[in-house]
C-alpha cells in the first residue's frame, strides 16, 4: 500500500519515498551487549545494511563496559560477510590523558596500538588497559567511508573516550584504512579478552 | 492509529517508524544577547536532556564575548540548582598565528584539564573580543541519564586568541558521578556572551 498527497507519493511499498525530507542519518541497526564475547554487524543479516547503500557508515558506542580488567577495545573487518574479520590495515593513534589525582598528563602517539599491514584487530582505546571499575566504560564514535568501494582503500576515524587504571579518562584519537581494495561487509568489535560485560553499539548510515 | 505499508509500519503512535525518519533531532536552540549563562535544563523550555537518546550534541555557532576569557561548560544533576559537578579531563591545542611568523604548536594544555574538579571545564583558549573574533565548535555527551557509569564527553572548539592565532581545541573526559546529568551551562569565564547561539541535538 503507498499513500500519494497532491500527486506526491509519500510513501509506497513499506519505504518512504526518496523525496520525503526524512533526515540524511539513518539508525541502521542497535546491538546491546550481555557478556558477548563479540558483536558483529554483518550486511544482510539480522537487518544490518553494509554495502553500497550509504557512502558513509557510522558505529556510536555507548557505555562499553568490560567484564575485567586488564583489556582494550578493538574492532576488525571483514571481505567475506564475517566469515573472517582480518582485513589488513594501516593506523595511527594518539591520546591526551588526565589521571583523577592530578599527576600525570599525556598528549602522546601510541605505537603499541597502530597497526602497520597487519590483520590483526585495531584497538580504539589506547594508553592503558580499559578500567572494570562499576561505572567505569568507554563511549566513542567510529566512522568508515565508503566500504563498497572497489577501487580504493577503505579509510576510517574514531574518537573514544573511556576509563583506564589509574583512573584516567583517555581522549583516543584514531586513524587509517583498510588496505585492500575489496568491499568491506561486515565488522566485529571484541575486548582483547574476556566479555564485553554491558553496552551499547548502535549503526548509522550516511548518505 | 498506524499505516502499514506491504508489511511494513511507515508511522505509528504518533512517530514515524525507527529508521524511516532522522537520527538527529533539534530539541533546542538558545540564542545569546549579553547573556551571563545559556543554559539546557531538562524538562523546562522544551529542553529534553534525559533517556530520551543516547548521545547529546550541543552545537556552538560564532560565540562573541563581551571580555577577553575563555568559553566554557558544566553540568548538574538536580536540574540546574547548582552547576559543579566533578569532572576529570584532559585538553590539548593546535595553534597557528596569523602573521605565519612559525608560532605554531601542539600541545596539551594543563591549564585548561580538570582533575576530580568542580570548576567549570574550559572549551577554548582566551578567546579575543575583536569584532570580527567568535568561538564555534560541538560537544557530544553520551548517555547522560545513567545511573551506573560515568558519563564521557567530548569537545571539538575552533577559537581566536592573542595574536591572533586560529586555536584548535580538544577536550575529552567525565562527569565522574553515577548521578544523571539533566542540566547544561554555558558561559564566558569572565563578561557575557555578548552574541552567538547554541543548538542542543538528540541522537536516537
Do not use: W
Not at chain 1, 500500500?1 to 519515498?17: A, P, V
Not at chain 1, 557512502?55 to 555507548?62: A, D, G, I, P, T
Not at chain 1, 584487530?121 to 567510529?142: E, I, K, P, R, V
Not at chain 2, 575552533?158 to 565522574?176: A, K, L, Q, R, V
Amino acid at each position: 500500500m503507498g499513500l500519494i498527497s497532491n500527486g506526491s507519493t509519500l510513501f509506497d511499498s513499506g519505504s518512504l519515498d526518496a523525496s520525503v525530507a526524512s533526515g540524511s542519518m539513518t539508525h541502521i541497526k542497535t546491538l546491546t551487549a550481555s557478556d558477548s564475547s563479540t558483536l558483529s554487524f554483518v550486511n544482510g543479516a539480522s537487518s544490518v545494511v553494509l554495502d553500497n547503500t550509504y557512502k558513509e557508515y557510522v558505529f556510536k558506542f555507548y557505555d562499553i563496559h568490560p567484564s575485567h580488567s586488564g583489556t582494550r577495545f578493538q574492532f576488525n573487518g571483514s571481505v567475506d560477510t564475517g566469515s573472517n574479520y582480518n582485513a589488513t590495515k594501516q593506523t595511527s593513534m594518539f591520546v591526551a590523558a588526565n589521571i583523577e589525582a592530578d599527576t600525570d598528563t599525556s598528549l602522546s602517539y601510541q605505537p603499541g596500538d597502530d597497526l602497520g599491514n597487519s590483520t590483526g584487530f585495531q584497538d580504539l582505546a589506547g594508553f592503558g588497559n580499559a578500567n572494570d571499575d562499576n561505572d567505569a566504560s568507554l563511549a566513542g564514535t567510529l566512522q568508515l567511508f565508503d566500504i563498497a568501494n572497489t577501487t580504493f582503500v577503505k579509510h576510517f576515524i574514531a574518537r573514544t573516550n573511556y576509563m583506564t587504571t589509574g583512573p584516567y579518562p583517555v581522549d583516543t584519537f584514531t586513524g587509517g584504512y583498510f588496505n585492500t581494495t575489496s568491499a568491506l561487509d561486515a565488522f566485529q568489535f571484541k575486548f582483547t579478552s574476556n566479555n564485553i560485560a554491558a553496552g551499547t553499539i548502535k549503526l548509522y548510515g550516511v548518505k | 492509529m498506524g499505516i502499514i505499508s506491504d508489511g511494513t509500519t511507515i508511522f505509528d503512535s504518533g512517530s514515524l517508524a525507527a529508521g524511516l525518519g532522522s537520527s538527529i533531532s533539534v530539541i533546542k536552540k538558545l540564542t545569546a544577547s549579553s547573556s551571563g549563562t545559556l543554559s539546557f535544563v531538562n524538562g523546562s523550555s522544551g529542553v529534553v536532556l534525559d533517556n530520551t537518546y543516547k548521545e547529546y550534541l550541543f552545537v556552538i555557532n560564532n560565540c562573541h564575548p563581551s571580555a577577553k576569557s575563555n568559553f566554557a561548560f558544566q553540568g548538574s544533576t538536580n536540574t540546574g540548582s547548582s552547576y559543579g559537578v566533578t569532572i576529570t579531563s584532559s585538553h590539548f591545542q593546535n595553534k597557528m598565528d596569523e602573521g605565519n611568523t612559525g608560532t605554531h604548536s601542539l600541545t596539551y594544555e594543563a591549564g585548561r584539564d580538570l582533575a576530580q574538579s568542580t570548576s567549570f571545564q574550559r572549551l577554548t583558549e582566551t578567546q579575543n573580543t575583536a569584532n570580527d573574533e567568535c568561538c564555534s565548535g560541538f560537544i557530544r555527551l553520551f548517555n547522560p541519564s545513567s545511573t551506573t557509569f560515568v558519563k564521557h564527553f567530548n569537545t571539538t572548539f575552533e577559537s581566536i586568541s592573542d595574536n591572533p592565532s586560529s586555536s584548535y581545541n580538544f577536550c575529552g573526559g567525565y562527569f565522574n558521578t553515577t548521578s544523571a546529568i539533566d542540566a547544561i551551562q554555558f558561559k564566558f569565564e569572565s563578561g557575557n556572551i555578548d552574541s552567538g547561539t547554541i543548538t542542543l541535538y538528540g541522537i536516537s
